[in-house]
């Protein structure tokens, strides 16, 4: 009988509490906490992950475009191929805006830090599309833009690498709330912003037109399907083989020979096999990891989710990439946030103007982005994100190595110094498959410095790395720096 008054105090304090943060406050200050949160905790890491050396081929790529936009150069990063211009992939139109910045800060930094202040940034619309749209309490607007920032499809795309299309994430989360409000001007904006992030996105925005047209908006369902497959179709299909490089593109390998329509049409031909590849463990693996954090709220509200399902099809049925989360999660993450909003305003009670939730929902969706964070996110407590900026004595050994380099000099070097040395018209990687030989080492013929790191390349003998010192030697390298016991290696010619 004591503790009866107690609850009952608690809860009229906890209703007490509720009430002042839905008069105002709780719009105001909770999404931008979030979301400056998550944009600062991405940054920190992203940049962590530079100073340690564990940055990837996508970034080096990227960062070597941006520096050569800021010489005046023609945006043809060597990382990403021979003669592939930055539009080929993707027809990534914005990047182009980060050249004037890039003039100033350090191209790879920028580069992820614009991505952070992105991926926090979609928590503003989101919250307003779940408040104002789904017309969702305090409680259940922030459980949702909680399990959004803790989500590790969130932190894969911010800290694994540079990728375009998590620019259009916000831009995405932000169009579905001005066209559901009608705010068409904004929606357009957003709309435009989105496909200069990434051409084939027209094809998930097209479809979104669908969703406009059952919402009895025909004319921005019709103009929105126009100017989306347009988009896509025109520059994926049309303008892509007109100049010359016929592959499906890649950040990371190029062109692997396939163009959007070969995937169509193969799919069309062998729907069996299209399926088979589709249902791969790491496609599942993929879709599971997308939705197991909102605990599959996105599978009660269909219509906003399936618009992102053919362009996800066609990217899965292209072929496996090394890291499937950061390209095609980007893309699906806003489209599943999206419908996790309406979902939860499916299954509550209407009040007055607001939707009533279970708290027992709202404590699981919680406690699943909690727990999925600190299993599954690559900056979790067990990767020991607090670490990553610490230099092992292999990292100095390769920065030391780098530095003796010439900033003119064409360099082939192991991933994880690629990023070091982007700021240069010619850079190739190392591939880490298959042991090192001089001849791959030599090509092209202009190569002049040759950077090994034994940690990235298959273990070898002592006897098979002095037989490639000698190779190596026969097509005029020499040893500029020999660290043996960091397992760092420089070789130059002239």
Request: glycine share 8%; hydrophobic share 50%.
């Amino acid at each position: 009988m004591s503790e009866l008054p107690l609850q009952r105090r608690l809860r009229r304090a906890i209703v007490r509490f509720q009430a002042r943060l839905e008069a105002g406050p709780g719009d105001r200050w909770i999404p931008t906490l979030i979301g400056v949160g998550l944009s600062g905790f991405l940054a920190w890491t992203a940049v962590s992950r530079i100073d340690g050396l564990e940055a990837g081929v996508d970034l080096a790529g990227y960062s070597q475009t941006l520096w050569l936009l800021t010489q005046g150069n023609v945006p043809r990063a060597s990382l990403f191929g021979t003669d592939v211009h930055l539009l080929e992939l993707r027809w990534s139109f914005v990047l182009y805006a980060l050249a004037l910045p890039a003039t100033v800060f350090p191209p790879a930094k920028l580069l992820v830090v614009t991505q952070s202040i992105a991926l926090g940034l979609a928590v503003l619309p989101l919250w307003r599309l779940a408040r104002q749209r789904a017309k969702l309490r305090i409680g259940a607007a922030s459980a949702l833009c909680v399990a959004y920032a803790l989500h590790p499809a969130t932190h894969r795309i911010g800290t694994e690498d540079f990728h375009p299309v998590s620019l259009a994430v916000p831009a995405i989360i932000a169009a579905a709330y001005f066209g559901a409000t009608k705010r068409w001007f904004w929606y357009w904006a957003c709309i435009v912003f989105a496909l200069l992030c990434r051409a084939d996105l027209g094809l998930a925005l097209g479809f979104w037109g669908f969703v406009l047209l059952g919402d009895g908006e025909r004319r921005a369902g019709l103009w929105t399907m126009g100017v989306g497959f347009v988009w896509a179709l025109t520059l994926l299909l049309v303008a892509q083989p007109l100049i010359a490089q016929p592959g499906f593109p890649d950040a990371r390998n190029g062109y692997n020979g396939q163009t959007l329509g070969d995937v169509t049409l193969a799919s069309l031909r062998d729907p069996v096999g299209a399926l088979q590849i589709l249902l791969t463990q790491d496609n599942l693996l993929l879709v599971i990891g997308l939705l197991t954090p909102v605990i599959f709220l996105p599978l009660l509200s269909l219509r906003h989710l399936l618009p992102a399902a053919p362009l996800a099809g066609l990217l899965l049925l292209s072929g496996p990439t090394e890291s499937p989360f950061p390209e095609r999660g980007a893309m699906l993450l806003a489209f599943v946030m999206i419908a996790a909003a309406y979902a939860l305003n499916r299954l509550g009670n209407m009040g007055v103007d607001r939707v009533f939730l279970d708290i027992r929902l709202l404590t699981t969706l919680a406690a699943a982005a909690v727990l999925l964070f600190v299993a599954s996110s690559p900056t979790s407590p067990y990767a020991r994100p607090w670490d990553w900026p610490e230099r092992d004595a292999t990292d100095r050994a390769a920065v030391r190595a780098a530095e003796l380099l010439d900033p003119e000099l064409p360099v082939r070097a192991s991933p994880s110094a690629l990023t070091v040395l982007s700021d240069r018209p010619w850079l190739y990687s190392l591939a880490q498959d298959r042991q090192p030989s001089a001849a791959n080492m030599a090509f092209p013929d202009f190569t002049r410095a040759v950077l090994v790191l034994e940690r990235e390349i298959p273990e070898r003998t002592e006897e098979e790395r002095e037989q490639f010192d000698n190779n190596m030697a026969l097509v005029g390298f020499e040893i500029l720096l020999d660290d043996r016991n960091n397992g760092v290696t420089l070789y130059v010619r002239q």
